[in-house]
């Protein structure tokens, strides 16, 4: 066991459960919500780090303050700042806020003695949208299965993502942006020094998340501030190696400055912390062009490019479960407005690969309207996220030196009545890795249920053991390339491993990419 290790485990006893329903923490009591008809102990709105508010805006997150007597743990923290972007997100949280970096426990074990394995669960939302107060993210379910489940809320859009060259200045590390990621290293930090009293084994803790929570432990696993904090990881639809690849802090910077003044009005970084928060957020939310709110390689969190870090085996060597889903958009993802016709369409793949037009309408083929809808669809999802997991999962297999398991979702999520089918659509996997297909009401059948709770399984087992496989699952085979990349391929009808058949499409991606 290293430092890290005897560290939480000597502050798991010393802290530790003092009633049923509380837990001291390295910053004071917490009471939870009772086990009332469940095993399970929940305990929301956990402060792990202070306000990043006033002086503490654009700033890595500082150390939570702590309380005297006890604080009551039983409301979702608010969530982080944000417009409304996506229409399927619904929050149980008092509503958006700067201060907002709370987080979220749920655990089955009684005592700190349980020692249980602990999963960290990271949103999506493009990094401009979501909360873990969503009720499709409810870790009770999961937690019922032998693990402790923590989420927690972190910094987004403008506020969680923006570059300045005066936030280099004031560095130490003269890094700026990615504020929302050093909030996750932050909230594993807490982890790392607390779980043990709420009976969770700091020594085997699993981040995992979706879209760009999915992103996010990719690029954890390459940040050397993370290292030692978690042991596996699973990624569900998205990797670092995107279409929209991750900058270098002088490429946001230098737009930042020409734009900064005639966005927020002023170009004073004081002034600016000192606007109210709506404020900062609308105006950020009117200028589509700004450029924040995405990660950047700030030489501190990100030392490299993601796919250096990853070529290089300097990421984290941990077990790895990775996959994505198998319609992660439609087809107006790639047209936009266009009516699909094998015209646009083929108009559409000259105009982005120009010189390789001819190799993408072959593996993308659009010789009538029904197959540029299905190929567009295609194309349109693989460079999305489908591409970027892949290589994801490539990179790790060729250089992390640790097991590695695949899979790809094939469920198609019933709809509204009257809503026509949009497939295993982006996202549509969280509900069944949560067991939280009641949160949702919709006709769901008893096939769903049954392929949810295997594939909670899988996960949890993958958080016990490093492996997702056991007792009355399908066997879920390592992606190797002796065995030809077998994927875990889920669906109600058949979960069953083969060979990823796509495969010609993410290596004829990979090569464009590469040849650019």
């Known amino acids: 066991m290293n430092w890290r290790g005897t560290l939480a485990l000597a502050l798991a006893f010393s802290i530790g ?140 859009g403008v506020f969680g993502f923006f570059s300045h060259p005066e936030l280099m200045k004031e560095s130490p590390h003269r890094a700026a942006g990615n504020y929302g990621l050093l909030d996750q290293v932050a909230a594993l930090e807490w982890v790392h020094k607390n ?85 900062v957020l609308q105006a950020a939310l009117k200028n589509k062009n700004m450029a924040c709110c995405w990660p950047d390689i700030d030489r501190y969190f990100l030392p490299e490019s993601p796919s250096a870090i990853y070529a290089a085996g300097k990421q984290a060597r941990v077990p790895l479960l990775a996959g994505w889903n198998a319609d992660e958009q439609g087809y107006e993802g790639l047209l936009r407005k266009t009516p699909p016709s094998t015209e646009s369409y083929s108009a559409k793949i000259r105009e982005l690969y120009g010189a390789h037009a001819s190799e993408i309408l072959k593996a993308y083929p659009g010789g009538t309207v029904q197959q540029v809808k299905e190929s567009a669809r295609d194309l349109a999802g693989d460079r999305f996220i489908a591409y970027s997991t892949w290589k994801w999962l490539d990179m790790q297999l060729e250089t992390g030196k640790s097991p590695v398991y695949g899979y790809h979702f094939e469920q198609a999520s019933p709809m509204p009545q009257g809503e026509p089918s949009r497939g295993a659509y982006h996202s549509a996997d969280i509900e069944y890795v949560f067991e939280t297909l009641d949160s949702k009401h919709l006709p769901w059948t008893s096939d769903d249920k049954r392929l949810s709770g295997m594939i909670s399984l899988y996960w949890t087992n993958f958080a016990k053991n490093g492996k997702p496989n056991g007792p009355g699952l399908p066997e879920w085979p390592q992606y190797k390339k002796t065995d030809g990349y077998e994927l875990l391929h889920l669906n109600s009808e058949n979960v069953h491993a083969a060979p990823g058949a796509l495969r010609f499409r993410y290596e004829l991606l990979d090569r464009i990419a590469r040849e650019k």
């Open 195 to 279: 779980i043990g009293a709420f009976g969770g084994d700091p020594e085997k803790v699993t981040i995992f998340g979706e879209s760009a929570g999915s992103i996010s432990v990719s690029l954890l696993m390459a940040s050397p501030l993370s290292k030692g904090l978690f042991h596996r990881a699973i990624g569900e639809s998205g990797g670092a190696f995107l279409s929209r690849p991750i900058q270098p802090v002088s490429s946001q910077i230098e737009d930042s400055r020409a734009s900064l003044e005639g966005i927020f009005g002023t170009a004073d970084l004081t002034a600016l912390r000192k606007k109210p928060a709506e404020e």
């Open 17 to 156: 459960a003092i009633a049923a329903d509380q837990v001291r923490t390295e910053s004071g009591v917490v009471e939870g919500i009772p086990a009332s008809g469940s095993t399970i102990r929940t305990f929301r709105g956990i402060p792990f780090a202070a306000p990043p508010v006033g002086d503490l805006r654009w700033k890595p997150p500082q150390p939570a303050p702590s309380w005297n007597g006890v604080r009551k743990a039983t409301e979702f923290g608010a969530r982080c700042m944000q417009g409304a972007i996506f229409n399927d997100m619904v929050f149980r949280d008092s509503g958006p806020s700067e201060d907002c970096l709370y987080l979220n426990v749920w655990t089955p074990a009684s005592s700190a003695q349980a020692h249980l394995p602990v999963m960290v669960w990271i949103y999506g939302g493009g990094f401009g949208a979501g909360s873990a107060s969503e009720p499709r993210q409810d870790g009770e379910n999961l937690a019922k299965k032998g693990v402790v489940v923590v989420s927690f809320n972190y910094r987004l």
